[in-house]
């Protein structure tokens, strides 16, 4: 136990004097690492704004089905029960001929000629059910399902839904779909740089310090007492670049704050993406660390598996 | 153990009282070139001091790297100190080789270490702790008559001092079995029996020492057992031996009818 320990603190110090020692080689590596990571900080950010920004847009559409005066409320809440029922729909909500006339006053707050000429008929306003959508795409279900006969004999008027306003959605939510995909290919391309270039750090330090390795290995040093070094070189690589990362970006958001007047740019809903950078500042600089961490300890063990092979062929 | 024939009992027997047990083993690099090391059969006692003999690329380095499992026998057993080299896994061979001290010809000193932690480093690797390590190593130094220069780098010391080191650190565990290849072979004659003498006194302590060289001066002067190595096979093996190059030649014509 007390040999484990003191090989584990050897392992550590080892491998931060020598990433003191081949400081050069660990700024390239870490260089890499940091323009890797802070990409895909800066695309987590861009893809949540997306969806907010689309998520917002699509909970403004419903659907309102209007009912008929002569429906009864056993009818409309075998109706509201059926809707409710269909995967399509996220949300439903029953408005009653008071309540329409209640929310329809209360829209028209300003204009009292008109609410006195509704007050002075009998309340003209259909019973209301207003139906969420789950995604953009789900309108046509819920429409098919109204249209029914069935359900169509109940309505007083053919449905209303948010269809002008369809087409720009659909654009939006397209257009910030490629992004998004841009976005995680840029990603992906960024990994693989990264993990290629530290993979070939490491290969170097270990190339200068092969004799080292060999030497070690004839005095009968275990694998993980050679590799250890190396990993927590790697690791500190990626300790370092997921705090300058996280740094970057923060200090992108506050130039930004204080030279941009505009709040949004283009589809880009900056002050959402700063909300979103705030609220979630550490939970995203754990995000970044495990990152780090994982790619320089993976590039690592991989590049040191080849020199630390016993050479063992069976003829 | 009760069940067993009779023979097997006696294997068991010769495994524990054999410190290096080589039963017809042979080594193969490369099928159209001939064996290496053809059936050689060997058995080494404990506190033995045995020097091996013979031409360059008669086959001796390929025993000793079979002894450090850094080959493979093609065919053959291989016993260590009790360990059964056929029995033995990739991940164990590191347990191994803290068993066995190794010397080599070109010291393997690693340069930008100070002599203390050379040999500290072979401590270092299996988990000793510093206090142990700062109570050992002096020791050990003081045995290979190096007192004194622990601060010294490897490039400020002489060839002889070097290997000394080397030795240092290959007995600092203290080892069963020390290994020296051509220990001397880089050395001249006053550094080289300074080498020499030092592993005559490990041995005296009761370390197994197998020892390869070139050199005629040396083998004379030791007069311990000699197995001489020609093309793979064991030519001689010859107690308190004393060697010139034509008696060795001898010897190998007579290995040859």
């Not at chain 1, 998004?180 to 290629?196: E, P």
């Not at chain 2, 159209?32 to 001796?60: C, M, T, W, Y």
């Not at chain 2, 080599?104 to 702790?129: M, Y």
């Not at chain 2, 050990?140 to 030795?167: F, H, T, Y």
């Amino acid at each position: 136990m007390r040999a484990k320990f003191t090989t584990f603190s050897r392992i550590i110090r080892t491998g931060m004097v020598n990433f003191v020692r081949n400081m050069w080689l660990a700024i390239a590596a870490m260089a890499i690492m940091i323009v890797t990571l802070t990409i895909i900080l800066f695309s987590v950010i861009v893809n949540a704004t997306f969806s907010n920004t689309v998520q917002q847009i699509t909970n403004k559409i419903d659907v309102s089905v209007y009912l008929k005066d002569s429906v009864t409320p056993a009818q409309s809440q075998s109706l509201v029960g059926q809707l409710k029922s269909l995967p399509a729909v996220q949300h439903v909500r029953y408005l009653s001929k008071e309540d329409a006339l209640k929310q329809y006053e209360a829209q028209n707050v300003g204009n009292t000629q008109l609410l006195q000429a509704i007050n002075e008929t009998d309340n003209p306003l259909p019973a209301t059910i207003k139906i969420k959508p789950r995604t953009l795409n789900d309108i046509d279900q819920i429409r098919a399902f109204i249209e029914k006969p069935d359900t169509a004999k109940l309505q007083s008027d053919p449905a209303s839904d948010s269809g002008d306003r369809r087409e720009a959605i659909a654009k939006i939510t397209h257009a910030t779909n490629i992004l998004r995909r841009v976005g995680a290919g840029a990603v992906v391309v960024f990994a693989v740089i990264s993990v290629l270039i530290i993979f070939n750090t490491i290969q170097m330090a270990i190339f200068n310090r092969r004799d080292e390795l060999q030497i070690m290995r004839l005095l009968g040093a275990s694998t993980s007492y050679i590799r250890g070094p190396f990993v927590v070189e790697t690791i500190i690589y990626g300790i370092f670049s997921a705090i300058i990362s996280v740094l970057i970006i923060n200090a992108v958001f506050v130039t930004a704050s204080s030279s941009l007047q505009a709040t949004s740019f283009g589809l880009l809903d900056i002050s959402y993406s700063q909300s979103f950078f705030e609220n979630r500042y550490w939970e995203l600089l754990l995000i970044q660390l495990a990152l780090g961490i994982f790619i320089g300890a993976a590039s690592s063990i991989i590049a040191t598996r080849r020199y630390l092979k016993f050479k063992t062929p069976k003829r | 153990m009760y069940y067993q024939p009779v023979w097997r009992l006696a294997k068991h027997i010769v495994i524990i009282v054999l410190m290096i047990l080589l039963d017809r083993v042979t080594k193969t690099y490369n099928k159209n070139l001939g064996p290496a090391l053809d059936r050689v059969s060997l058995h080494v006692e404990p506190k033995e001091f045995v020097i091996i003999v013979g031409q360059s690329g008669a086959g001796k380095s390929t025993l000793l790297k079979l002894l450090t499992r850094e080959e493979r026998p093609t065919s053959g057993k291989i016993i260590v100190g009790g360990i059964d080299y056929d029995k033995l896994r990739d991940r164990d061979i590191p347990l191994l080789r803290r068993k066995i001290g190794v010397v080599f010809q070109d010291f393997k000193l690693l340069p930008n270490r100070t002599v203390f932690e050379n040999v500290a480093f072979a401590l270092e690797i299996v988990g000793v702790s510093t206090k142990e390590i700062n109570n050992t190593v002096p020791k050990v130094l003081d045995i290979v008559n190096l007192k004194g220069k622990e601060k010294r780098m490897p490039m400020e010391l002489s060839g002889g001092e070097r290997q000394r080191v080397a030795i240092a650190r290959a007995i600092v565990r203290q080892p069963k079995v020390l290994i020296a290849d051509e220990p001397t072979g880089n050395l001249d004659p006053k550094h080289a029996w300074d080498v020499i003498k030092v592993l005559e006194k490990i041995n005296k302590y009761g370390t197994t020492v197998l020892l390869t060289t070139h050199n005629q001066e040396v083998v004379n002067r030791l007069r311990r057992r000699v197995v001489t190595i020609d093309h793979g096979r064991i030519a001689s093996d010859k107690a308190r031996a004393n060697y010139t190059s034509a008696t060795i030649a001898v010897d190998i014509a007579a290995a040859k009818k």
